[in-house]
């Protein structure tokens, strides 16, 4: 296996891993949140998903981890693309980035804040290999 499609296979791998565990910790947190009224706490003792915006209320606050749910969603599917050398997957990879990118920071999840720009670096770098559609 090459270099360009090692990577793009590493991109796969990671936008996969992130979306899926991103996107399960955040919708069962926002369901915690709509049921307890509080975030749960995580086996490592601080909330799931505390960050600038608790500071938005209840409801906003549910709306965007909706938001980062459907973005993780998005990030597995561009994965699976990846993981496959459909250049699709690059394509949604950065379409996605910003968006998820934000909810990041807005969440504080630092995994999610290194991981996906490693991930997209790699989808780029491995361009080359990817098959075009």
């Known amino acids: 296996m090459n270099r360009n499609r090692l990577a793009t296979r590493l991109a796969g791998a990671g936008h996969a891993l992130l979306g899926?565990?991103?996107?399960?910790?955040?919708?069962?947190?926002?369901?915690?949140l709509r049921r307890t009224g509080e975030l749960p706490m995580t086996p490592w003792g601080f909330r799931a998903l505390s960050g600038p915006f608790e500071?938005?209320?209840?409801?906003?606050?549910?709306a965007l981890g909706i938001g980062l749910v459907?973005?993780?969603v998005l990030n597995v599917v561009a994965g699976a693309l990846?993981?496959?050398?459909?250049?699709?997957?690059?394509?949604?990879?950065?379409?996605t980035f910003?968006?998820?990118m934000g909810l990041g920071a807005g969440f504080a999840l630092p995994f999610l804040l290194i991981?996906?720009?490693?991930?997209?670096?790699?989808?780029?770098?491995?361009?080359?290999?990817?098959?075009?559609t």
């Open 55 to 62: 500071r938005l209320g209840t409801d906003a606050f549910s």
């Open 115 to 132: 991981g996906l720009p490693i991930s997209v670096a790699l989808a780029v770098a491995g361009r080359r290999t990817q098959r075009p």
């Open 82 to 95: 990846l993981w496959r050398g459909d250049r699709r997957g690059l394509r949604l990879s950065l379409a």
């Open 98 to 100: 910003v968006p998820t």
């Open 70 to 72: 459907v973005m993780s």
């Open 20 to 32: 899926a565990g991103f996107g399960i910790g955040a919708l069962w947190a926002t369901l915690h």
